[in-house]
C-alpha cells in the first residue's frame, strides 16, 4: 500500500454539499475541548 500514490479531490463535497475545510489547528482545538469535557463526564 505505501508504494501506491493515493490521490483524494474534495470538488464533488464542494460543489455539491457546500463544505469547506477548516484550519487544522481550529480543528485541534474543538477536539482537545471535547475529550476534556467528555472525561468531566
Known amino acids: 500500500m505505501a ?5 483524494l479531490d474534495n470538488r464533488r463535497a464542494r460543489q ?3 463544505w469547506e475545510p ?3 489547528g481550529e480543528t485541534l482545538a474543538d477536539t482537545v475541548d471535547d ?4 472525561r468531566a463526564e
Open 3 to 7: 508504494g501506491h500514490t493515493w490521490y
Open 16 to 18: 455539491e454539499l457546500g
Open 22 to 24: 477548516r484550519d487544522p
Open 35 to 38: 475529550l476534556r469535557t467528555r
